[in-house]
């Protein structure tokens, strides 16, 4: 029922920014919480960011000062700031949707974007 489409993704050299949006068809973002995953190659999707419906924010540790995660209710998106980048922040990224609080566990969540690449060169 949720559609969800992640851009911003690209090259960045180690210590630049990239901001990350998704975007929301089928229902609006204000209801429920939100989450960016990434995945390494080979790895396990780990959890990064979420956001609670009314603007609450948690973070993993690896990133937490550096990323910023923001909702913007009228244009049904979540964005993700990301600063200070770093090699190992090199995956892709992948918006999340349909809980209804924040999770660091992806089986929660029941819409899935297709994901950005995000490389961080050194």
């Known amino acids: 029922q949720v559609q969800l489409v992640e851009s911003g993704g690209g090259l960045v050299q180690a210590g630049g920014s990239l901001r990350l949006s998704c975007a929301a068809s089928g229902r609006t973002f204000s209801s429920n919480g939100e989450a960016w995953f990434r995945q390494a190659p080979g790895k396990e999707r780990e959890f990064v960011a979420g956001i609670n419906w009314n603007g609450g924010t948690y973070y993993a540790a690896s990133v937490k000062g550096r990323f910023t995660i923001s909702r913007d209710n009228a244009k049904n998106t979540v964005n993700l700031q990301m600063n200070s980048l770093k090699p190992e922040d090199t995956a892709v990224y992948y918006c999340?949707?349909?809980?209804?609080?924040?999770?660091?566990?992806?089986?929660?969540?029941?819409?899935w974007g297709q994901g950005t690449q995000v490389t961080v060169s050194s």
């Open positions: 999340a949707a349909g809980y209804k609080g924040i999770s660091t566990s992806s089986d929660l969540y029941d819409y």
